[in-house]
């Protein structure tokens, strides 16, 4: 049983999220805003049900699915782009296929020395992001 993902979880580190904006089209003017955001992940599970929320300053973004079960996603916010998604364990990885008109895309979430690991990726370009447990929330 893999440890749990739920939780408030604070960004510490963000590598490569240029090269993954870029691989979306995304303009430099948002860009240069993203990269300075400090990105907060909350995770909840209710019933057979995951609710992922990405917040910031700027904005935010939330998904919800079934794992095994694929659904639509609107990357509404992000790069504004309509793609089936399926999530899935792999191991002690909760991996999210994203399939559109961006080849190899995706991300995969998983939890290693407390922290919350994220890697997204999209066309070769790989972001990778850490975050650390908020207590207070
Ligand atoms: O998370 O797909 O946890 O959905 C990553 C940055 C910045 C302006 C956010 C908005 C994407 C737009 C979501 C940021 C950069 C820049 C506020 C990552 C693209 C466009 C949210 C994500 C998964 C896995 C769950």
């Given at each position: 049983m893999p440890a749990s993902l739920?939780?408030?979880?604070?960004?510490?580190?963000?590598?490569?999220?240029?090269?993954?904006?870029?691989?979306?089209?995304?303009?430099?003017?948002?860009?240069?805003?993203?990269?300075?955001?400090?990105?907060?992940?909350?995770?909840?599970?209710?019933?057979?049900?995951?609710?992922?929320?990405?917040?910031?300053?700027?904005?935010?973004?939330?998904?919800?699915?079934?794992?095994?079960?694929?659904?639509?996603?609107?990357?509404?916010?992000?790069?504004?782009?309509?793609?089936?998604?399926?999530?899935?364990w792999?191991g002690n990885?909760l991996?999210?296929?994203?399939?559109?008109?961006?080849?190899?895309?995706?991300?995969?979430?998983?939890i290693?020395?407390?922290?919350?690991?994220?890697?997204?990726?999209?066309?070769?370009?790989?972001?990778?992001?850490?975050?650390?447990?908020?207590?207070?929330?």
């Open positions: 739920c939780g408030t979880w604070d960004m510490i580190s963000n590598v490569n999220l240029e090269g993954y904006m870029i691989t979306l089209g995304i303009s430099p003017f948002m860009r240069k805003i993203a990269l300075r955001l400090r990105l907060r992940k909350v995770i909840e599970e209710q019933g057979d049900q995951y609710i992922i929320k990405t917040t910031s300053s700027f904005r935010n973004y939330a998904v919800s699915f079934r794992v095994g079960q694929e659904f639509k996603e609107f990357t509404h916010g992000l790069d504004n782009r309509h793609v089936k998604s399926l999530v899935t792999e990885k991996v999210c296929e994203q399939i559109g008109e961006k080849k190899n895309r995706g991300w995969a979430h998983w290693e020395d407390d922290k919350l690991h994220l890697e997204l990726y999209c066309e070769g370009q790989v972001c990778k992001q850490v975050f650390k447990k908020n207590v207070n929330e």
